[in-house]
């Protein structure tokens, strides 16, 4: 799917998104450009975007836990 692994990041952030919105519809968007980031939005509008090394399994994926909050700050607030 993706040249450089990158597929690991996307389905790590994945599974952060559908652990609060089990119902979401996750789509890639790759884009060829550095530094290399995840950002994670709704309907366009950017909910949480930091380094693609946070959604790395040997880093321990960190930026998952960042980003669940984020939604579920975002559910709070809708």
Do not use: C
Not at 13 to 38: C, E, G, M, Q, S
Not at 45 to 74: H, V
């Amino acid at each position: 799917m993706y040249r450089d692994g990158g597929e690991q990041e996307f389905n790590a952030a994945k599974a952060a998104i559908l652990k609060v919105h089990k119902d979401a519809k996750v789509v890639p968007n790759r884009i060829d450009f550095y530094p290399i980031t995840v950002t994670v939005s709704k309907d366009g509008d950017p909910i949480w975007s930091g380094r693609q090394q946070g959604l790395f399994g040997k880093n321990g994926r960190p930026a998952q836990s960042e980003i669940m909050e984020a939604l579920k700050k975002l559910v709070v607030s809708e």
